[in-house]
């Protein structure tokens, strides 16, 4: 097989498996789909209502160990497997602390694969462009946390409120720099929309502006779509890797 009919069957290879990932997501943009069609703003808390918002990351957590295995389980599927645990708790305010947690441990395992050796760290050549988006990513974590600390201060619980906040904000932080350090577009983009998400819904929670129009929507939007990013991430990842490895064999 001469190069260009290696270089024709390794296209067919790439858009058959694109095709394929595409058709095994089908459940998961169903189950969003159900989410926004069944939800309204004044729906009460219910079992049904957790099982409802967290079934997309449930379904995408499948979708991503169907491709990759156990390698992910330590990885994007246990982050998305957390995260469902945080959809749950997020329906009931009161747990609000345990989803936040759940959470922060799924940014945390997020941030490990990051760092493993299937995203391929940038060049040398763009590092400094690298080092200023983190000092920017940072700037903007510490200046969100000085600007809702006041109103994190007149929560009931805001002892623990304030600490958790931080903590979890760092968290969230070093996931996006180390989303930046992949240089993979659908990872980064992920990273940028769960912080958009994570931004809109502490704005409303916190009550630091008025009532946003459409506020939830813009939360959930943002959120399922850096889940599905980070998972399209994550497979395409690990299939680049594994094309990596066939070729070098």
């Known amino acids: 097989m001469d190069i260009l009919e290696t270089a024709a069957y390794d296209k067919r290879q790439r ?3 694109s095709c394929a990932l595409l058709f095994s997501l089908s459940p998961f943009f169903l189950s969003t789909a159900v989410y ?4 309204t703003p004044d729906s009460p808390a219910s079992i049904i209502s957790a099982g409802v918002k967290s079934a997309p990351t449930l379904l995408l957590a499948a979708a991503v160990l169907s491709w990759n295995g156990g390698q992910s389980v330590l990885g994007v599927v246990g982050g998305l497997l957390f995260s469902a645990v945080g959809d749950c708790c997020l329906v ?3 747990l609000f602390l345990h989803g936040m947690g759940a959470f ?3 940014h945390l395992l997020y941030s490990l694969t990051f760092l493993s050796s299937r995203y391929v760290a940038h060049s040398s050549s763009s590092s400094s462009w690298i080092r200023f988006l983190y000092l920017i990513l940072f700037m903007v974590g510490g200046g969100v946390y000085i600007y809702i600390y006041p109103f994190l201060q007149k929560a009931p619980n805001s002892d623990i409120l304030l600490p958790a906040v931080g903590v979890y904000i760092v968290l969230i932080s070093v996931m996006g720099a180390l989303a930046i350090r992949t240089c993979h577009v ?6 940028l929309s769960f912080l ?3 931004l809109s819904l502490a ?7 008025d009532p946003i129009e459409h506020g939830n929507a813009i939360v959930m939007v943002t959120y399922y779509l850096a889940q599905l990013l980070i998972a399209v991430g994550d497979v395409k990842a690990v299939e680049k890797d594994n094309f990596a490895k066939w070729k070098r064999s």
């Open 15 to 17: 858009r058959n498996m």
């Open 36 to 39: 926004f069609y069944l939800w």
């Open 92 to 94: 009931w305010p009161e």
């Open 104 to 106: 922060a441990v799924a």
């Open 186 to 191: 659908a990872t980064l983009l992920g990273s």
């Open 196 to 198: 958009v998400s994570d």
């Open 203 to 209: 704005l409303q929670v916190f009550k630091v502006t």
